[in-house]
């Protein structure tokens, strides 16, 4: 069986596997383990703190420092409400295309890279390849966050990550990051009549997203000399305000929806720092001046790091031997790759499909995209196979 067609196959398998981010992870986790453990990967499963998710680990080649990470997540998006034409769980050939949920966001990616796996436990390696498939990158990157403190903490962690996220193969070397909130403010209900008695939770959010437009409009001024990104520096969106019941009643609850797009990890600090001031120096004694047991709490729905276009990027130049590109470009959506980066590795993505597919009914990757992600594999396993 060729290596298309055992790439295919074993991508079928997968989609069967419904691993939706609310859903457990672990059959496919599984099955994954088995199939590299066979081929004689030293293989770790990494249980999260549910016991129903777990990211994998596994490495071929000689244990020490450095080598080549293939990243890629094993969770999808829901299928509800979705008009889907097939079922979107059982994976269907047509004019070339491959559909399914998580064909192309990156069940495609996985099933590439297991598929060479054989290949690279028959060659002499002179580094080691390491498979790191995680969960639940869909609703936050929380099994790549568990990963990279694991892998932080390890002298033989490797050097060089490529991310399969659905690319069409082209090479890409930066993202913002994605940083979600939710601020729950606590006053104290009364009737409208005597404002000074209560403690308005909707003005007190009001307020609280007055400072994060101030904010907003100081991240124009800290873009990073000759940012690539559009726009050049960080951004903040308030996406939700809510509070209140009626006309003549102090609002007690108030919630505020909020995101920063940070260009570069210092911003994200900067804000949480200026907000998180603000709250304790000024709001906070306020509101508890009038009503001791005031709240303002905020909670991080996900902090995904953006992955910062580096001038130095091993990864980078690696994956550009492999595919020949001699180009680079950023994207909009995020991914795990700044996690990496985080901790010292060299990071890109590059991986087949299209993201235009992901998330949608109908989800598909080309075959042909399968193909060329399976020929960069193949260069990638002549890179670092011993000269016999």
Same mark, same amino acid.
């Given at each position: 069986?060729?290596?298309?067609?055992?790439?295919?196959?074993?991508?079928? $398998?997968?989609?069967? &596997?419904?691993?939706?981010?609310?859903?457990?992870?672990?059959?496919?986790?599984?099955?994954?383990?088995?199939?590299?453990?066979?081929?004689?990967?030293?293989?770790?499963? %990494?249980?999260?703190?549910?016991?129903?998710?777990?990211? &994998?680990?596994?490495?071929?080649?000689?244990?020490?420092?450095?080598?080549?990470? &293939?990243?890629?997540?094993?969770?999808?998006?829901?299928?509800?409400?979705?008009?889907?034409?097939?079922?979107?769980?059982?994976?269907?050939?047509?004019?070339?295309?491959?559909?399914?949920?998580?064909?192309?966001?990156?069940?495609?990616?996985?099933?590439?890279?297991?598929?060479?796996?054989?290949?690279?436990?028959?060659?002499?390696?002179?580094?080691?390849?390491?498979?790191?498939?995680?969960?639940? $990158?869909?609703?936050?990157?929380?099994?790549?966050?568990?990963?990279?403190?694991?892998?932080?903490?390890?002298?033989?962690?490797?050097?060089?990550?490529?991310?399969?996220?659905?690319?069409?193969?082209?090479?890409?070397?930066?993202?913002?990051?994605?940083?979600?909130?939710?601020?729950?403010?606590?006053?104290?209900?009364?009737?409208?009549?005597?404002?000074?008695?209560?403690?308005?939770?909707?003005?007190?959010?009001?307020?609280?997203?007055?400072?994060?437009?101030?904010?907003?409009?100081?991240?124009? %001024?800290?873009?990073?000399?000759?940012?690539?990104?559009?726009?050049?520096?960080?951004?903040?969106?308030?996406?939700?305000?809510?509070?209140? %019941?009626?006309?003549?009643?102090?609002?007690?609850?108030?919630?505020?929806?909020?995101?920063?797009?940070?260009?570069?990890?210092?911003?994200?600090?900067?804000?949480?720092?200026?907000?998180?001031?603000?709250?304790?120096?000024?709001?906070?004694?306020?509101?508890?001046?009038? %009503?001791?047991?005031? $709240?303002?709490?905020?909670?991080?729905?996900?902090?995904?790091?953006?992955?910062?276009?580096?001038?130095?990027?091993?990864?980078?130049?690696?994956?550009?031997?492999?595919?020949?590109?001699?180009?680079?470009?950023?994207?909009?959506?995020?991914?795990?790759?700044?996690?990496?980066?985080?901790?010292?590795?060299?990071?890109?993505?590059?991986?087949?499909?299209?993201?235009?597919?992901?998330?949608?009914?109908?989800?598909?990757?080309?075959?042909?995209?399968?193909?060329?992600?399976?020929?960069?594999?193949?260069?990638?396993?002549?890179?670092?196979?011993?000269?016999?």
């Amino acid at each position: 069986m060729s290596d298309l067609a055992t790439t295919q196959s074993l991508l079928g $398998e997968l989609i069967a &596997l419904p691993t939706v981010s609310s859903d457990s992870n672990l059959e496919m986790i599984v099955l994954l383990a088995n199939r590299l453990g066979d081929m004689g990967a030293d293989v770790e499963i %990494h249980a999260d703190e549910t016991g129903t998710k777990a990211n &994998l680990l596994a490495r071929i080649g000689p244990d020490e420092p450095g080598g080549i990470m &293939l990243s890629g997540h094993t969770d999808v998006v829901p299928v509800t409400d979705q008009d889907w034409t097939t079922d979107p769980f059982v994976m269907h050939e047509a004019e070339g295309r491959l559909f399914g949920r998580g064909t192309c966001d990156m069940k495609g990616f996985i099933a590439a890279a297991v598929a060479m796996a054989p290949r690279l436990a028959s060659a002499d390696l002179r580094r080691p390849v390491t498979f790191a498939f995680t969960h639940d $990158e869909e609703v936050g990157c929380l099994g790549a966050r568990n990963l990279s403190e694991i892998l932080r903490d390890r002298e033989t962690r490797p050097s060089l990550a490529i991310i399969g996220e659905p690319t069409e193969m082209r090479i890409i070397e930066g993202h913002k990051g994605c940083c979600e909130y939710t601020t729950r403010f606590t006053g104290l209900e009364g009737h409208g009549s005597r404002p000074e008695l209560g403690i308005n939770a909707v003005e007190y959010a009001v307020r609280y997203v007055t400072r994060l437009m101030n904010l907003r409009e100081r991240l124009r %001024h800290r873009a990073p000399p000759g940012s690539a990104f559009e726009p050049p520096w960080s951004t903040i969106n308030i996406g939700r305000l809510s509070g209140g %019941h009626a006309h003549n009643v102090i609002p007690g609850l108030a919630e505020v929806d909020w995101e920063v797009r940070p260009v570069q990890d210092a911003d994200r600090a900067f804000v949480r720092s200026e907000i998180d001031a603000y709250v304790a120096k000024t709001l906070l004694p306020e509101m508890r001046r009038t %009503h001791p047991d005031a $709240e303002v709490i905020l909670q991080v729905v996900g902090e995904i790091v953006g992955l910062e276009p580096m001038e130095d990027n091993a990864a980078r130049d690696l994956v550009a031997r492999l595919t020949g590109a001699n180009g680079t470009d950023l994207v909009s959506f995020g991914t795990e790759a700044g996690l990496f980066q985080e901790i010292g590795m060299s990071a890109v993505i590059c991986g087949p499909g299209s993201i235009a597919q992901a998330h949608k009914p109908d989800e598909y990757i080309e075959v042909s995209q399968l193909a060329a992600c399976l020929d960069m594999l193949d260069r990638l396993v002549d890179q670092i196979t011993l000269a016999a």
